[in-house]
């Protein structure tokens, strides 16, 4: 997140909380101001509208993922490690609150839409080829056989949202604890290498 001041951060921390309850459209800029404990002119000298708000939240999604995309595929060295490393930096961000809670506002918001839903698309594109970068570069250095990247890469983060994060983001389910988070990671990891291997 920028340089905030504690205003600024007490403001977003306010929206999120008013775009959780109501979702963009109902949320005012009043309630906002009130829910944050500052003036309207307070609150419109930082954030001139609800949507500048509402990139705020969309940008701190994105500073949220962008430690996930910086993981490097190593070559040369052991892939199933380095998948499992991957596995647990995700699942350890895909069962974080505050991710969930972000996740779930922008997944409304670009259900309201299309244009929103493009708009989002762009945001996170860069996101998206990060994630699929990991197994292109794997792929390069014939981890994968004959699987193609973008199946390897659909497999294994399809998998782990689908047993992990989303019941929590719209099951509302617990977070799984660390010893499920183990489980979780061995199990899926072992199933890619073995088809992988199957593959070859």
């Not at 350890?92 to 996740?103: A, C, F, G, H």
């Not at 792929?139 to 019941?167: Q, R, V």
């Amino acid at each position: 997140m920028p340089d905030f001041s504690v205003k600024q951060h007490d403001i977003v921390k306010a929206a999120i909380a008013q775009f959780a309850q109501f979702g963009l459209s109902a949320t005012t800029m009043e309630g906002i101001s009130k829910a944050a404990n500052v003036s309207k002119r307070t609150l419109y000298k930082h954030f001139p509208t609800k949507d500048a708000l509402f990139d705020t939240v969309v940008a701190q999604l994105i500073e949220r993922i962008t430690p996930l995309t910086a993981i490097q595929f190593i070559p040369h060295y052991q892939f199933d490690t380095q998948l499992k490393h991957l596995a647990m930096s995700a699942l350890e961000l895909l069962n974080d609150e505050d991710y969930l809670t972000l996740s779930r506002i922008v997944i409304i918001e670009s259900m309201r839409s299309k244009k929103q839903a493009d708009s989002l698309h762009q945001r996170f594109i860069d996101c998206e080829k990060a994630m699929l970068q990991w197994f292109k570069d794997a792929s390069n250095t014939d981890c994968l056989g004959s699987i193609s990247p973008e199946f390897a890469a659909g497999f294994f983060w399809g998998a782990l949202k689908k047993l992990s994060y989303w019941d929590q983001a719209i099951s509302w389910k617990a977070p799984l604890d660390e010893a499920a988070l183990n489980e979780l990671v061995e199990q899926v990891c072992n199933i890619f290498c073995n088809g992988v291997t199957q593959g070859q």
